[in-house]
């Protein structure tokens, strides 16, 4: 979790500031990568571009099965704002939300969310589950993939790998696809 504050240099609606955004996202997912996590990262823009929350995966340094990145933006924004709404915000995230998180996203009003690599078998958001079109989804919440995609499933493929490999070296058991 960051506490870094940014601002987009104009109003975050065009295809440019997602692409800034999602480029300052795969360098801090690539980070927390580093790091031993799943490396996922996500921000909350508020209505006038300024980030209120920053997440990355912590599960594994935490323990935590809520440890996704989307929900440790979602606190941190939460906490700031003083308030659990944000139908003005969009959030931005590496990879397409898993069900808990697109639920969490759902319940949270987001109004908006843009992702990079889809996640065809964990994915809510259009993957393998569509929560945000889903019959119970209270509100229309707007949903973008693919900005950067390439790029974000390179990092996860990468990683990946290199997990796999180490835990063959190590004898143990292969590293699978985690969501989120």
């Not at 987009?8 to 790091?35: F, Q, T, Y």
């Amino acid at each position: 979790m960051h506490n870094t504050r940014e601002e987009v240099p104009k109003a975050m609606n065009g295809a440019s500031d997602h692409i800034l955004w999602m480029g300052r996202l795969l360098r801090l997912a690539h980070r927390v990568g580093m790091e031993g996590e799943v490396p996922v990262a996500a921000v909350i823009l508020d209505g006038k571009g300024t980030a209120i929350g920053w997440g990355s995966n912590v599960r594994h340094r935490h323990q935590d099965p809520l440890g996704h990145a989307e929900l440790v933006a979602l606190r941190q924004a939460a906490d700031l704002r003083g308030d659990w709404r944000f139908n003005d915000c969009s959030l931005l995230v590496t990879l397409e939300p898993c069900p808990m998180c697109a639920g969490a996203l759902v319940q949270a009003r987001m109004g908006q969310v843009i992702y990079g690599a889809a996640d065809p078998k964990r994915g809510a958001l259009g993957g393998c589950l569509d929560l945000a079109n889903h019959p119970s989804a209270h509100h229309g919440m707007r949903v973008e993939g693919g900005v950067l995609a390439a790029e974000g499933r390179q990092l996860l493929e990468n990683w990946f790998r290199q997990r796999r490999r180490q835990a063959r070296s190590a004898g143990t058991r292969e590293v699978r696809f985690p969501a989120g």
